[in-house]
Structures are given as structure tokens and as C-alpha cells.
């Protein structure tokens, strides 16, 4: 037996793990957001220090990635067109720039991140529930929905508004306080997870 195939053929940890792609970058991006919105309760009493050009810069390298691997961006998935690539490495060039130069990209980056998460929550809501209020779509009877179904519907809907508050929260930093800002983002990593459960239980 060569050693590819005895690697394929492992068992336990070293086994071929099943995991979809999609759901494995998810879990990741969801880890990132409970630790950072952790680390925002003693940033916001002072207590560490905190680098914001860090914070913006990774989050928008996760997207960049998203949309490289998956199509996925915060307003939905699309097909991997060349145009989406080249959205995808600007996005990722500029995340890893502000990342080691902060200070200079701190509020471009700032307001794009806001922008596309209000955008794109605000965009997959509509999408969501403007045909079931039609009467129309796989969604439009919600009683003859699945129970595991419903709870996707009710996950994806509050990750949605979710999305749409951490995005006004960074649109108007001075306004939202810095500690309902960390519980919005705990909340967003928990959601994922919450997700990523949902999805494996689905495939």
C-alpha cells in the first residue's frame, strides 16, 4: 500500500474528514468572531491594548477568501466569474495592506465593510421574504416546512439583521458603545456555528 493511500485509508483523526468546504470555511470565520468579540469587553475597558486596522484588515481578507473559494460574498453567492476574482484579491490585497500599514485604510476599509454588510443583509432578506409574501418560492408555506428548515430560516434571518446592525455599528462607531458592538459580534460567531451545525445536519 503506497503512502497516499494509506493516508486516504486512515481512521480516527488521521481519517479523510467529510466536511464540505463551504461549512469548513465557516467554522473558522465563526471561531474569529467569537474570540474577537471576546477581546472587545477588556479592549473597551482598557485593559489591552487594540489594533482596529487588525481587526478590519482580517475581516476582510475572511471575505476575500470566501469569495475566491466559494463565490460567496455578503450579498449572496454567485458564480466565480473573473470579475469576482479580481473583487476578491482587491479585497485581500487592501485587508492585508491595512493589516501591516495601519492608519491608512482604517476608514476606507471601514466604511466598505459597513456598506456591504448593511447592503447585504438588507439584499437577503428582501430575497427571502418578499416571495413569501407573494405566496411564491419553496419558503412561501412555512407550516409545511421541515423543522430543521424553519430553524435554517430563522438562523439565516437572524444572521441577517445581525449583519445589518454590526454594519450601522461601523458606519457610526460613535454612536453604537463599544461593549453592544463586542455582543454583536459574539453573536454573529455563535450564529455561524449555529449554522455550520445546521448545514452538516442537512448534507
Known sequence: MTTKDSVAGGTGLFGEASLPLSIALVIPVAALLVILGLLLFPVNLGLIPFSPDGQLGLLLVIMAIQMLALGETPMGQYRRSHLLIVIGIVFAALGIFSCIVPGILTDVIRLLLALLNIAGGAILLTKR????????????DLASLPPIY???????????VVSIAFGISMLLP????????AGIVVINGLLLFSLASILIKIS
Open 174 to 181: 460613535g454612536l453604537v458603545p463599544g461593549m453592544v458592538i
Open 150 to 160: 424553519k430553524r435554517l430560516l430563522g438562523t439565516l434571518t437572524v444572521l441577517n
Open 129 to 140: 421574504f418578499l416571495p413569501m409574501l407573494r405566496g411564491v418560492g419553496p419558503t412561501a
